[in-house]
């Protein structure tokens, strides 16, 4: 079984540790997914669109001119008249009035009474003025189907089962859940929870058209991006965000449907308005550009007039007309300042007004929870392609498609978000990336780096500098198991070395072997041959291992004639300093071989095994027979014939193999062989066939025409010797030509 690369095994084990990184979400993760967020908003945002919103603002100046808040409810309900007065189609206090006015003239006379038993009387006050909540609940009374206030909701992190109801007694139960395919349960299970609300009084809270939650919900790290529409108070009762209610009423709606499936909440429905949610029912608030405001001072997304403005009658009329106005505040000290995407201070109000205006102009967020799923496979995908592009691929391609793929993600991501509203943020897919990318690469350099030094220290002797380059870079152009490959093997022997090397020194003998070796092993490595071993004087080379190559059978071929011009060039030289000359016999042949590391686990060498390997290693030592100095294989001469010239010398019997094999005499490069090898080989290979056809005498004729081309030709000598003894004695019957080698050797 192939062992399977490092690259492989970390790339699945740290797309694995994304994978439950994104699930359990560490802080740090989370940080930087809600940056990125960030970083979108500040990107796309854009002006308010709808036009149908307006903010009245508690403001530092109002604060100055009215005393400090709370004020009193004569004040509030002038406030609140004005504005309707002007035109207002929906006014919703971002405010909750828990606690009776303490400075109404009823009040005071009430609690003078009960503490100090003295019938306390504030003339010149009306009667109808001396009681400043009953004027505030006149108003709101009066204007009941316009006006909405707020309460707080004090979420639970567990789910409430049973609550008191008595604290709400005016309930209006607009909300109604709507079950899609697969949903079960109650959809108050996928609500933000509630164990308990703040209301304003009873006469203020029923007086009001309905009372919704001005709660923002920030993220974990105190900015507000999305908001609850919908909070359960127990198991029975649903009750509207201030924005959602505000919407309601003012497209006089009497219904909210809420969608839900399997997977939680996916929508919201108004009639014809459909809010896209996330699973818990929250609206992902598309922010808008602050400006400065005319009218109210500061920054701010919308229209913005300071409550004392109004009340002083300084606001043009019609500023409120048709239009949904938020009361809130921005004063600091009030500490209704919200942190978001645009800015760490930003009027809580103001939340509710841009959910309102992102309903109305129907330029909502979506981030449906299935969006989930589609980041986690993202995830995974992101992982097994890097994995699978740096294991196979060049660094630089690797990194260059790194980058593509993550520009490409990105890109399209701020296109989903800046023209179809979709939120896609990508930050757990390149925060994965980052993890991954820089961990790969260096494993895979790591792992290179040691295949290199494994190549260098296997085949650094064996092959020629640029081969050993190319091996070291090209890793996966071979392989170390055992496999089948086409090659060349080629074998050659010094003639008379036992000889030799028993009339020299051995210092002598091993100059001697230095000097004929070094040159031959040269031009094997400069024909990107593989040196395979020295066995004394012979040696043994391949071409086409370890790493493929189309022309093996010529390189080997052209190989083996340098060398015997090299051997001429020094046979003199030889001679002279070691008293011998030297002649190399040179067998060659292709075919299938099994190559790869062969040997014990403790000590093993990369070499080839096959029929085409025993074949080479007997064709050398036929040359003795012929007289000849290369001899080749069929398979060789087929692959090689366009490169090189060759005559057939016979068909041979080779000891280990059921039939003969056609052997063939390498003459030359093509183009550059002497004419009288060319002339020789007409006669000489005309004569082979006549005397496969038992004509002795015409085959005779022949042979004596080529050695009047060359009189030592050993071939043609050896040849005219078998033809005569067949003459003589004729083969047996059967015979088909076949010459027939009793030894190996």
Known sequence: ?????????????????????????????????????????????????????????????????????????????????????????????????AEADGKSPQVITDTMS???????????????????????????????????????????????????????????????????????????????????????????????????????????????????????????????????????????????????????????????????????????????????SDTGGGFSSFPTHSAADVLQGRVAVGSFSNKIVFIGTSAPGLRDLRATPLTPEFAGVEVHATIVDNILAGDMLSQPAWIIGVDTFAIVLIGLFLTVLIHNGKAVLSFIMTIAVLGAVIALSFRLFDKM?????????????????????????????????????????????????????????????????????????VAGFTTISEALEPAKLSDLLNKYLSPMTQIIMDRRGYVDKYEGDAIMAEWGVPFSMEDHAVQACLAALEQQEKLSELRAELKNEFGHELRVRMGINSGSVTAGNMGSDKRFQYTVMGDAVNLAARLEPTNKDYGTEITLGEATFEKAKHAIEARLLDKIQVVGKGKPVCVYELLGRRGRTAPNRLAIREHYEAALRL??????????????????IIPDDGASLHLRSRVRAYKITPPADGWAGEYVRATKD
């Not at 005397?691 to 009047?708: C, G, K, M, V």
């Open 1 to 97: 079984m192939k062992k399977m690369s490092p690259v492989v095994i970390v790339g699945i084990v740290l797309t694995l540790v994304c994978f439950f990184l994104y699930v359990f979400e560490p802080p740090f993760i989370s940080a930087v997914s809600l940056y990125a967020y960030d970083v979108f908003v500040k990107k796309f945002h854009s002006e308010s669109k709808s036009g149908r919103v307006a903010l009245v603002d508690v403001d530092e100046a109002s604060l100055s001119a009215y005393g400090q808040w709370p004020w009193s409810r004569d004040l509030v309900a002038k406030l609140t008249a004005s504005i309707l007065e002007d035109g207002a189609s929906v006014v919703a206090f971002d405010i909750v009035f």
């Open 114 to 292: 009960e503490r100090y038993g003295l019938d306390v009387a504030i003339e010149g006050i009306p009667e109808e003025l001396s009681d400043f909540d009953g004027l505030f609940a006149d108003v709101l009374k009066s204007e009941q189907s316009r006006t909405i206030l707020g309460c707080f909701m004090h979420p639970s992190e567990e789910p409430v089962e049973d609550l008191p109801e008595s604290c709400d007694p005016n309930y209006k139960g607009y909300v109604f859940p709507r079950r899609l395919k697969g949903a079960a349960g109650l959809v108050n299970s996928f609500l933000v929870q509630a164990k308990k609300m703040t209301i304003s009084i009873p006469r203020l809270s029923k007086a009001a058209g309905n009372n919704a939650f001005y709660n923002t919900l920030p993220d974990s790290d105190n900015v507000v991006r999305r908001n609850p529409l919908l909070m359960a108070y127990g198991p029975n009762r649903i009750y509207p965000a201030l924005a959602l209610e505000a919407v309601r009423m003012d497209q006089g709606i009497s219904k909210i449907f809420v969608e839900y499936g399997s997977q939680g909440i996916e929508r919201l429905r108004l009639k014809d308005i459909t809010i896209p949610t996330d699973y818990s029912g929250s609206l992902v608030v598309n922010f808008r550009k602050l400006v400065h």
């Open 421 to 493: 509203n979709f939120v896609f943020v990508p930050a757990r897919l390149v925060i994965s990336t980052i993890i991954i990318y820089p961990v790969l690469t260096m494993i895979k350099y790591w792992e290179e780096e040691r295949q290199r030094k494994q190549v260098r220290n296997m085949f650094g002797t064996m092959v020629s500098q640029d081969v050993l380059r190319y091996l070291e870079h090209n890793p996966s152009s071979f392989s170390l198991s055992g496999h089948k490959t086409e090659a060349t093997m080629f074998f050659s022997d």
């Open 691 to 708: 005397h496969w056809e038992r004509n002795w005498d015409e085959a005779l004729a022949l042979i004596d025409r080529a050695l009047a």
